[in-house]
């Protein structure tokens, strides 16, 4: 963009020096890419950013100086001299594309003497690189270069039926531009039209048949306002570039059209000898709201690292034309001019008065940190203590991807439950979101055993995602690990990998809650149907265990048992916590005394526990199973348990007797409720 420092001078109206001003336009984030002296004039050639199409006129640039120096801008307008016949006698405008085109304005000038340009406006129009060709298309690249608005001068009497239709071109239409080239439009594409033929490409060319010739008498003036994303979608695919598209692509100001026509037609009629009609055309379907950012004051300090005075910030939004509409404490309500197109949000409004603060008074400070050790979510210390507790029994944590493939979801599919689709996949092998942790924990799984590592021992907490009568999303902790080989251990040691050694695991994460869990029936396809159970809590299922079944193992070619658990994180989460109780230890020796009965076969194992947990006596520190038979030797329907009892005293070593008291206590316990007999 190149500036004329005398039209500066007329805004500013101040005595500043080429060096200096450059040196301001630097700060103000305009680079000065070149410096030019001529005769009467100096010209900068200032690189302007794109968000920036407010500077992309002298009006801009000057307001920038005059907020950073503190000096008026003065933008008087001289009164024009209108003639007696009214604009809407002469042409009529309609808008048959309101999206396209928001507000379109036109003047008109009679009798105009097209003629060239005086030395003072060819001296302008050749120092910011244009070519002269006449007064009257002079007039409007002067006022487009001054207030940023391209505008387009029209042969009034080449217009057919004195109409001009704002319209959407048709497939296949075409115009002869002013470069003398044909285009080919489409319906995509905004045009001016009159009542027959198009006349100008809006917002870029204008057409051959409706320009400003030698015997041009009437000039219709025309001001637009049209959508930026058109104008470039249009200029790009045409490959059609003008110093109107360029400025219509980045958006223009709506608000200046009225006093660019007022300007531009004043100095035709100057310049030109022409009349004025009276009146201005302006059709305006679309109207725009002011912008309004909620601002707050204490967010500079906070962005920069400086404290910048309020009282300071308030002037210099007020010199760069935004208007505080209300301010409280915190916050301030700010109008945005419509001039300034690039500013909708606050951090904009930061940028800006850092800029004119001036970057290099801004004092290096270190950032303020917000010091946690926990993050700010709910689950936190929950997921921590379940890794502490998991870790701890010689689990790994896995981390997988929450999305797998559709054939994968099908092995782990769930009644009822109905996987999500991604719209967007990172690829077609991941592109459903996971409905349970087993699926993604299973591949981790047969990718290890493909590896020849057998000795699994996984969990992992993450979200699972389905969809039933709405979208659901929850937070599970998955466990996995391979059954092992030989015969079963009725010990819950670390080595015994088996569902009952699972089982221990699962009982051990759930001692911080004070509340009574069961196993219960499940029916999960993926999982062996008679080698799994669901886990309930106060009749509320929170999660389920069991072994793969024969048909999804032999899928995914697994050569060893699997097993797979799940629990509800955010049930867990609303379990009331158990009050922990701390004892001393006792130097006392411990006593191991074991019970072994028959019981019928329908009573589980849990009833069994279940009854000794009642049995309230000091000397009694835990149970454990120690063997369990079934065989032809027991009479039908009887199962054989034994029991080992630990006993210490807290005070003193106990003796015998005191062994047998207990535990006799216990069998007839047992022999009362649950009618066991001894072996």
């Given at each position: 963009?190149?500036?004329?420092?005398?039209?500066?001078?007329?805004?500013?109206?101040?005595?500043?020096?080429?060096?200096?001003?450059?040196?301001?336009?630097?700060?103000?984030?305009?680079?000065?890419?070149?410096?030019?002296?001529?005769?009467?004039?100096?010209?900068?050639?200032?690189?302007?950013?794109?968000?920036?199409?407010?500077?992309?006129?002298?009006?801009?640039?000057?307001?920038?100086?005059?907020?950073?120096?503190?000096?008026?801008?003065h933008t008087q307008v001289s009164s024009m001299k209108e003639g007696p016949r009214p604009i809407e006698s002469f042409v009529d405008v309609e808008i048959q594309a309101p999206d396209l085109c928001n507000r379109y304005c036109g003047r008109m000038v009679l009798g105009?003497?097209?003629?060239?340009?005086?030395?003072?406006?060819?001296?302008?129009?050749?120092?910011?690189?244009?070519?002269?060709?006449?007064?009257?298309?002079?007039?409007?690249?002067?006022?487009?270069?001054?207030?940023?608005?391209?505008?387009?001068?029209?042969?009034?009497?080449?217009?057919?039926?004195?109409?001009?239709?704002?319209?959407?071109?048709?497939?296949?239409?075409?115009?002869?531009?002013?470069?003398?080239?044909?285009?080919?439009?489409?319906?995509?594409?905004?045009?001016?039209?009159?009542?027959?033929?198009?006349?100008?490409?809006?917002?870029?060319?204008?057409?051959?048949?409706?320009?400003?010739?030698?015997?041009?008498?009437?000039?219709?003036?025309?001001?637009?306002?049209?959508?930026?994303?058109?104008?470039?979608?249009?200029?790009?695919?045409?490959?059609?570039?003008?110093?109107?598209?360029?400025?219509?692509?980045?958006?223009?100001?709506?608000?200046?059209?009225?006093?660019?026509?007022?300007?531009?037609?004043?100095?035709?009629?100057?310049?030109?000898?022409?009349?004025?009609?009276?009146?201005?055309?302006?059709?305006?379907?679309?109207?725009?709201?002011?912008?309004?950012?909620?601002?707050?004051?204490?967010?500079?300090?906070?962005?920069?690292?400086?404290?910048?005075?309020?009282?300071?910030?308030?002037?210099?939004?007020?010199?760069?034309?935004?208007?505080?509409?209300?301010?409280?404490?915190?916050?301030?309500?700010?109008?945005?001019?419509?001039?300034?197109?690039?500013?909708?949000?606050?951090?904009?409004?930061?940028?800006?008065?850092?800029?004119?603060?001036?970057?290099?008074?801004?004092?290096?400070?270190?950032?303020?940190?917000?010091?946690?050790?926990?993050?700010?979510?709910?689950?936190?210390?929950?997921?921590?203590?379940?890794?502490?507790?998991?870790?701890?029994?010689?689990?790994?944590?896995?981390?997988?991807?929450?999305?797998?493939?559709?054939?994968?979801?099908?092995?782990?599919?769930?009644?009822?439950?109905?996987?999500?689709?991604?719209?967007?996949?990172?690829?077609?092998?991941?592109?459903?979101?996971?409905?349970?942790?087993?699926?993604?924990?299973?591949?981790?799984?047969?990718?290890?055993?493909?590896?020849?590592?057998?000795?699994?021992?996984?969990?992992?907490?993450?979200?699972?995602?389905?969809?039933?009568?709405?979208?659901?999303?929850?937070?599970?902790?998955?466990?996995?690990?391979?059954?092992?080989?030989?015969?079963?251990?009725?010990?819950?040691?670390?080595?015994?990998?088996?569902?009952?050694?699972?089982?221990?695991?699962?009982?051990?994460?759930?001692?911080?809650?004070?509340?009574?869990?069961?196993?219960?029936?499940?029916?999960?396809?993926?999982?062996?149907?008679?080698?799994?159970?669901?886990?309930?809590?106060?009749?509320q299922m929170i999660g389920y265990l069991g072994i793969l079944s024969v048909q999804v193992m032999q899928k995914l070619e697994l050569q060893k048992q699997l097993m797979v658990m799940e629990l509800t994180i955010d049930k867990l989460a609303q379990l009331p916590s158990r009050e922990?109780?701390?004892?001393?230890?006792?130097?006392?020796?411990?006593?191991?005394?074991?019970?072994?009965?028959?019981?019928?076969?329908?009573?589980?194992?849990?009833?069994?526990?279940?009854?000794?947990?009642?049995?309230?006596?000091?000397?009694?520190?835990?149970?454990?199973?120690?063997?369990?038979?079934?065989?032809?030797?027991?009479?039908?329907?009887?199962?054989?348990?034994?029991?080992?009892?630990?006993?210490?005293?807290?005070?003193?070593?106990?003796?015998?007797?005191?062994?047998?008291?207990?535990?006799?206590?216990?069998?007839?316990?047992?022999?009362?409720?649950?009618?066991?007999?001894?072996?």
């Amino acid at each position: 963009m190149k500036i004329s420092l005398n039209l500066l001078k007329h805004y500013l109206k101040i005595s500043i020096e080429a060096s200096r001003l450059c040196e301001i336009l630097t700060n103000l984030g305009m680079a000065v890419d070149n410096v030019v002296t001529a005769e009467h004039d100096t010209i900068l050639d200032v690189e302007i950013t794109v968000n920036r199409a407010d500077c992309l006129s002298h009006i801009g640039i000057a307001r920038e100086l005059a907020a950073y120096l503190i000096k008026p801008l003065h933008t008087q307008v001289s009164s024009m001299k209108e003639g007696p016949r009214p604009i809407e006698s002469f042409v009529d405008v309609e808008i048959q594309a309101p999206d396209l085109c928001n507000r379109y304005c036109g003047r008109m000038v009679l009798g105009v003497k097209i003629q060239e340009s005086p030395d003072w406006l060819k001296n302008f129009i050749i120092s910011i690189g244009l070519r002269p060709v006449n007064n009257v298309v002079d007039i409007a690249n002067y006022v487009m270069y001054d207030l940023g608005q391209p505008l387009h001068t029209f042969d009034y009497d080449k217009i057919g039926k004195q109409k001009i239709i704002v319209r959407r071109a048709r497939n296949n239409e075409k115009i002869i531009a002013i470069d003398n080239k044909s285009y080919d439009l489409t319906d995509e594409m905004l045009i001016i039209a009159d009542a027959d033929n198009p006349v100008a490409l809006a917002g870029i060319i204008g057409g051959k048949d409706s320009e400003i010739g030698e015997t041009t008498k009437n000039i219709f003036l025309e001001g637009a306002f049209f959508d930026p994303a058109s104008i470039r979608s249009t200029s790009r695919k045409l490959g059609l570039n003008t110093d109107a598209s360029y400025r219509f692509e980045r958006m223009t100001d709506i608000n200046v059209l009225p006093l660019a026509l007022h300007k531009v037609a004043q100095m035709i009629a100057e310049l030109g000898q022409g009349e004025i009609a009276k009146g201005l055309i302006d059709v305006y379907p679309v109207f725009h709201k002011e912008k309004k950012i909620r601002f707050r004051p204490a967010r500079v300090e906070f962005l920069l690292g400086e404290k910048i005075p309020y009282p300071w910030i308030q002037e210099l939004l007020k010199r760069l034309g935004f208007e505080i509409l209300d301010m409280s404490e915190h916050f301030w309500l700010v109008g945005v001019p419509s001039y300034r197109v690039d500013s909708g949000r606050e951090i904009e409004l930061i940028e800006m008065i850092a800029r004119h603060f001036g970057f290099g008074k801004i004092n290096s400070t270190l950032p303020f940190v917000n010091k946690k050790t926990i993050p700010d979510y709910d689950n936190f210390k929950l997921e921590n203590y379940l890794r502490k507790v998991l870790v701890s029994s010689g689990f790994n944590e896995v981390i997988s991807y929450s999305f797998l493939s559709e054939a994968t979801i099908a092995l782990f599919a769930e009644e009822n439950k109905h996987a999500l689709p991604l719209k967007n996949p990172i690829s077609e092998e991941n592109n459903v979101l996971r409905p349970n942790l087993a699926a993604s924990m299973s591949l981790i799984a047969q990718y290890n055993m493909q590896h020849d590592i057998s000795a699994l021992k996984m969990f992992e907490i993450g979200k699972v995602f389905w969809h039933d009568a709405a979208h659901n999303e929850e937070e599970r902790l998955g466990m996995v690990l391979v059954a092992s080989e030989g015969k079963n251990k009725w010990d819950y040691g670390a080595g015994n990998d088996d569902i009952f050694y699972f089982k221990g695991v699962i009982e051990e994460v759930l001692k911080p809650w004070s509340v009574e869990w069961e196993y219960t029936g499940n029916k999960l396809p993926y999982l062996h149907p008679e080698l799994q159970c669901g886990l309930k809590i106060d009749g509320q299922m929170i999660g389920y265990l069991g072994i793969l079944s024969v048909q999804v193992m032999q899928k995914l070619e697994l050569q060893k048992q699997l097993m797979v658990m799940e629990l509800t994180i955010d049930k867990l989460a609303q379990l009331p916590s158990r009050e922990m109780k701390y004892t001393p230890f006792t130097l006392h020796p411990m006593v191991e005394r074991s019970i072994s009965f028959l019981i019928d076969t329908t009573i589980k194992f849990k009833e069994i526990m279940d009854t000794l947990m009642t049995i309230k006596d000091d000397r009694i520190k835990g149970f454990r199973l120690v063997d369990v038979y079934k065989g032809s030797s027991l009479p039908e329907g009887k199962i054989s348990y034994t029991v080992g009892v630990e006993l210490q005293h807290p005070a003193k070593t106990l003796s015998s007797d005191e062994a047998n008291e207990v535990l006799n206590y216990i069998t007839s316990e047992i022999i009362e409720k649950l009618k066991a007999t001894l072996r």
